[in-house]
């Protein structure tokens, strides 16, 4: 009974040589991508048959694609070169501290990298990911520090009449403790879901690593899913495994503003929340924006803090939502009593850029007050994550 | 201010042909897998210059694999057919009602379907999957029933004085609600991690599921992580993204097992649980089956419902920890007053087989009560599914 089968296939295991071991555990013998003391990286990938291998991600200067529907950037690409044994090899210059995405085209066709299994989805596109610390890129670093809970939670939605799911934050001592918290309600963009914030945005490590080196208060933050025709992210819900493909409809048609107050009254009865505005906050990247800028002049009794990502401005075109009208009169309620935050940022590149601009003329204009955050680069993550890292520390602190 | 070139954007997206949508999107304008009414399913592959496009997949019949190590079982493959337009596809026999994985292979590289987002990560190999709706498969549906909250949470070993993740699901109301819970602590195999069962195992939903038809009593299941020398599931700790090749050391040394009842205390203090043995189950898939025989008899005063699932019997060779030693003894303890249930199941395909048959026979001959269930198949996450929808509905019931 001492030497099962058992036995033997771990034997056999921490004898084999790498090749063998990937046959069994699917493991590729190669390190890729293998980061550098200087911060360049190496990508490898395997295939002595392939005629071409490049990688592409953003890492590598941007290139712009010429289409007949017009111009638009599109992430770089290199050549990995071949070696004798069959292995494709490319590696950067010294890189910037950032979270980076990318993917190797083989022969034109896009794949993943089969030695990185740290992968994240982004609407429809999966690509893997990798970390190069330092700078405020180590907020999204796992660290030594006390972390908080990630919950996925069901919430009913009355005026929807629906179950919907959302991703809630708890700092580290909310299960242990009594105490009350602020709630700040992250918003994702199109074709996101209640996963985008905890996932690319990286939210879980950005709020632990901040809530430890005391930068930000403590709170709960709640991500929802900006679709009102779905019930949660794609594959999570009773439609089954549908493809990301149907995500607009719905998503800016008023109901996810409408329905806003069944998100609140569900984590205030939940939670030990502080109900209140002055202990409320809400903010969002692109669509999420949008959301946040209408919900909070719908119910200007509610958010005492709201941010505005690279923000979608208008609704679409023949939107005849109420919550759509009267803009003038709604900001106007909003700010008899100024947020204790209206927080605008957007990057000097975004497509959004001139609707924004207009938007914050309308506020000056009638003498409104916020502040207004300019960066370089476009519509893409990298300048969210790094909104959220200068948008936390503001809130709850008057 | 009213055509922001966001709506332009959302304009040219809706009337954008789908293959430049695919530019913008990175959607695929093909549909894979397509199942069909007669559960047949048609994969598809857009690759005009492929050479050869092939399906693996656990659908498939087996193929034996001959090394110079022995034979194993692998998935089966089969090759797709190329159309005049580039297309690649192949169809299979109606399927019987299962979660399925599969891959494409491209020319001889493995890659996962472009046109398929969901995935999950089994140690690590990342595959592709679909489910075929119907019988016990239904149980692993997302479906209009009340859902649990699924949380990840860290807790702080004493015993190994290190900060660890695990997953705890609890049933729908228990936000809510005032009520105590019993508790099922489900452990995973070898290369998996706190997340393997609620996402290859849909843990989540086979509970879901079954305590909303009211075949399981309602409650929280705490899923760890076996393997003590890490924090959390890969990409989760303060190793950063490092990739899972390195998780043998120390899963089989008895600190594990040394350390569960820090779980245990944690859980009893931070969830409305019923702190009692009758109140407590133990199960595990094989090195979790492992894990929950020797900490079930480690500590006989804890858990009263006992689950062996395809387990791993006996440790490591050279394993000297104490809680390997004296295992007649320790069971003679443990069985002193028998567990309400002790569950044994195996594949009669599995390479645990024997081992499993002569620990019955050490069972049997001391007279000592247990439940035997042998299915078909080996040791695969499909028993592990079914051999979780057969133990829960017997948990907490007496």
């Known amino acids: 009974m001492k030497k099962t089968m058992f036995l033997a296939l771990l034997l056999v295991l ?38 071409s291998v490049r990688v592409t991600g953003d890492f590598l200067p941007v290139r712009t ?53 740290f992968q994240i989805r982004d609407t429809s596109t999966i690509t893997n ?15 030594d520090v006390p972390h908080g809970t990630v919950s996925k939670v069901w919430y009913h939605s009355p005026v929807l009449d629906m179950d919907r799911r959302l991703t ?57 899913n900006g679709n009102v025709d779905m019930q949660a992210a794609p594959g999570e819900t009773s439609a089954g495994f549908v493809p990301p493909t ?44 949008f959301h946040s800028l209408h919900i909070s002049k719908e119910y200007p009794d509610m958010f005492d803090y709201v941010g505005l990502f690279s923000a979608a401005i208008l609704p679409r075109e023949g939107a005849t939502s109420p919550v759509y009208d009267d803009m003038s009169g709604k900001l106007q309620r909003q700010f008899a009593t100024p947020p204790a935050l209206y927080w605008i940022a957007i990057g000097e590149k975004d497509f959004l850029y001139d609707a924004n601009k207009n938007f914050r003329a309308t506020l000056d204009a009638a003498g409104y007050p916020y502040e207004y955050v300019e960066s370089p680069d476009g ?20």
């Open 379 to 398: 519509h893409i993550w990298k300048n969210w994550r790094i909104y959220l890292t200068e948008f936390l520390p503001r809130l709850f602190k008057k």
């Open 14 to 51: 921490a004898s084999l040589p790498v090749r063998a071991q990937q046959a069994i555990w699917g493991v590729m013998p190669l390190v890729s991508p293998e980061i550098h003391a200087d911060n360049s990286v190496t990508f490898r990938f395997a295939a002595p048959e392939a005629g």
């Open 129 to 143: 990911v990798f970390l190069i610390n330092g700078g405020y890129a180590d907020y999204f670093k796992v660290d």
């Open 246 to 289: 149907t995500q607009l409809p719905g998503t800016m048609n008023g109901m996810f503003e409408t329905h806003f107050p069944d998100v609140v009254n569900f984590i205030d009865s939940t939670y030990r929340t502080v109900p209140h505005k002055h202990h409320r906050a809400i903010g969002g990247l692109s669509m999420g924006g």
């Open 168 to 224: 809630v934050y708890t700092p580290a001592g909310y299960e242990q403790g009594t105490e009350r918290y602020p709630v700040f309600y992250l918003l994702h963009g199109m074709g996101g879901d209640e996963n985008a914030w905890s996932e690319l945005g990286r939210a879980t490590q950005i709020l632990d690593n901040m809530i430890a080196r005391g930068e930000v208060e403590p709170m709960i933050v709640v991500m929802t």
């Open 65 to 117: 694609v010429t289409t007949d529907f017009g111009s638009f950037d599109a992430p770089g690409e290199a050549d990995l070169t071949r070696n004798g044994e069959g292995v494709w090899e490319f590696t950067t210059g010294p890189l910037q501290p950032e979270l980076y995405s990318y993917s190797f085209i083989v022969d034109g066709l896009r794949m993943p990298d089969p030695c990185n299994v």
